[in-house]
């Protein structure tokens, strides 16, 4: 079976630059995440997606991040414009809806000089 | 592939009572963290450990890289503490691998 699989697995960005990072969940689960990792923040919330439907959308990232889930096996995060702080590992999660058991992708660590 | 695993996939405690969470891994970590998920959705922070243990609380983790494991122990449970808890360890190549989980219930 295939996990989450996020792309791509590094980034690297100039300020002011849009990417967005690519996310597929694992098959038939309902429930898609997206988090940003860094070391003094932990893992912070970007957005949540139940059945496509956006449920949160991590308040203080609401001004330069947008996620997206057009169908059910795809998600996107584009960040525009970057800036360096935006440096971190960003994470794509998936359950079934209501479980509590996350599955992972493997990151994608972004760069913004 | 490097693989994490975690235990128990669901523990049930009384409120004061206390046990330990436990991930073990196939190779050698550099670091691992350990989190909480809330209930909306967000993952806390609670320990990152490179070596030894650390304490906050009424939780303690310990980690071990030679013997390639960590645990999270969690004393005088509280009803507050039920969540689900995760441990992540970083892989060589800084890649994070993921336990699947330990949901945890206090019972008043």
């Known amino acids: 079976d295939a996990g989450v699989t996020q792309t791509p697995r590094h980034e690297v960005a100039e300020k002011g630059q849009t990417i967005i990072l690519k996310c597929e969940p694992v098959s038939g689960h309902n429930d898609l995440f997206w988090y940003r990792q860094t070391k003094i923040q932990g893992l912070e919330l970007l957005s949540y997606?139940?059945?496509?439907?956006?449920?949160?959308d991590g308040g203080a990232f609401k001004d330069r991040f947008k996620a997206e889930m057009l169908n059910s096996s795809f998600s996107t995060l584009k960040i525009q414009p970057t800036e360096p702080k935006d440096s971190a590992v960003y994470l794509c999660a998936s359950s079934l809806a209501g479980e509590n058991t996350l599955y992972f992708g493997a990151g994608t660590r972004l760069s913004v000089l | 592939g490097d693989q994490v695993e975690q235990s128990p996939s669901a523990l049930s405690l009384h409120e004061g009572t206390g046990s330990a969470l436990r991930c073990n891994f196939t190779?050698?970590?550099?670091?691992v963290q350990w989190f909480r998920k809330n209930s909306r959705g967000s993952l806390i922070n609670l320990f990152y450990?490179?070596?030894?243990?650390k304490e906050n609380g009424r939780l303690k983790s310990a980690f071990d890289s030679k013997e390639r494991y960590s645990t999270l122990h969690i004393r005088d449970a509280q009803l507050e503490d039920s969540g689900t808890y995760f441990c992540?360890?970083?892989?060589?190549?800084?890649?994070?691998?993921w336990g699947s989980g330990t949901k945890l219930i206090i019972k008043p």
């Open positions: 190779t050698t970590m550099r670091a």
């Open positions: 450990l490179a070596s030894g243990t």
């Open positions: 997606f139940r059945s496509k439907s956006l449920m949160e």
């Open positions: 992540a360890a970083e892989a060589s190549n800084y890649q994070l691998i």
